[in-house]
């Protein structure tokens, strides 16, 4: 254990705690029309805008369910949850992920931030495990909930 606690390690009394909300990003039909490209993900329900208008049950298109978890690490840059002397942060997994509720064309998300486990690791590394609430302005239930696994690598001495 850091004896200064500084760096991730001021983090390790904040278990439990919010540690952040992001700012609002809106989710635009083009992002979803790339997202569909890249992945291959072409159902109408996603890039058809007439077709989704008529025949979805949502009214509109909507974003892919994992767009907006690929969203997470752009949403979390705003909540600016670790300190920078931190060093290398490197995606490690999901514990859980569900999504709730579609994300329509034009809508805004922000994202929750809770921290729910700080493990510390072989050489002073540490894994955070934190529960991300995607949230859509205006709307009750959340676009999804996903604990999300952070590796902290420390910054070389």
Known sequence: MNAAKSGVWSLEGRVGQELGVSDWFTIEQRRIDA??????DDQWIHI?????????VFGSTVAHGFL???MMPYLRRSIAFLPPDSGQIINYGADYVRFLNPVKAGARVRMRMNLTAFEPRADGRVL???R???EIEGVETPALVADILTMVVPPPT
Do not use: I, P
């Not at 997202?35 to 291959?40: E, L, N, Y």
């Not at 058809?48 to 979805?56: G, K, P, T, Y």
């Open 128 to 130: 955070l495990k934190t």
């Open 68 to 70: 907006v978890l690929s």
């Open 35 to 40: 997202f569909a490209d890249t992945t291959m």
């Open 132 to 134: 991300n609430t995607v």
């Open 48 to 56: 058809d805008v007439e077709r989704a208008r008529r025949e979805s």
